[in-house]
């Protein structure tokens, strides 16, 4: 098998049964985890991937409240930060900039460019073309200044 999926009503019933899975040599292990208590400590013990309905409607919401062309969003757990994917349009601050000449606040940072599919760990020295998907890491606060380098 190469995945197995936990969807029941109970937290405690989904972790167990992927750390079954885990142990019968699945791949990927997926649970729904409802207790946020339990949502750390799942990830520790081996769970690749959790899914809470709370956490999913809320970065829906902050998508749709976000300016510019966001097309993912999610908040860093234990972090503070956000990582946000923006498309860039033609006109905007960023198309057919090197990422040298953009003023990118101190606490952002471009973790990388997907153009054509592929995957990019970009330098100052790499130009953003309209259509690019910039992934950006950002503090609470710099979120507004960095939209606007998207609008």
């Known amino acids: 098998m190469d995945a197995f999926i ?3 009503g109970n ?4 972790i167990l049964s992927c ?3 885990r142990s019968k040599s699945v791949n990927k292990t997926i649970s729904l985890v409802e207790n946020m208590d339990y949502f750390q400590l799942s990830h520790s013990i081996g769970i690749d991937t959790l899914i809470n309905k709370k956490l999913l409607a809320a ?5 749709f409240i976000r300016k510019g062309d966001v097309v993912a969003m999610t908040k860093l757990n234990n972090m503070n930060a956000e990582l946000l994917e923006f498309i860039v349009k033609a006109g905007s ?7 040298k000449d953009v ?6 940072i471009i973790g990388g460019v997907i153009r ?3 995957g990019n ?3 100052g020295s790499f130009k953003v073309r309209e259509g690019d998907r910039v992934v950006v890491c950002s503090l609470p606060r710099s979120i507004s200044k960095v939209e606007k380098l998207f609008l």
Request: hydrophobic content about 45%.
């Open 59 to 63: 970065n829906n919401i902050f998508r």
């Open 121 to 123: 760990i970009v330098l």
């Open 103 to 108: 003023s990118i606040p101190r606490s952002a």
């Open 11 to 14: 937290s405690e019933t989904n």
């Open 19 to 21: 750390l079954m899975a």
């Open 93 to 99: 601050p960023m198309c057919d900039k090197f990422i």
């Open 116 to 118: 054509d599919g592929i």
């Open 6 to 8: 936990a969807v029941t």
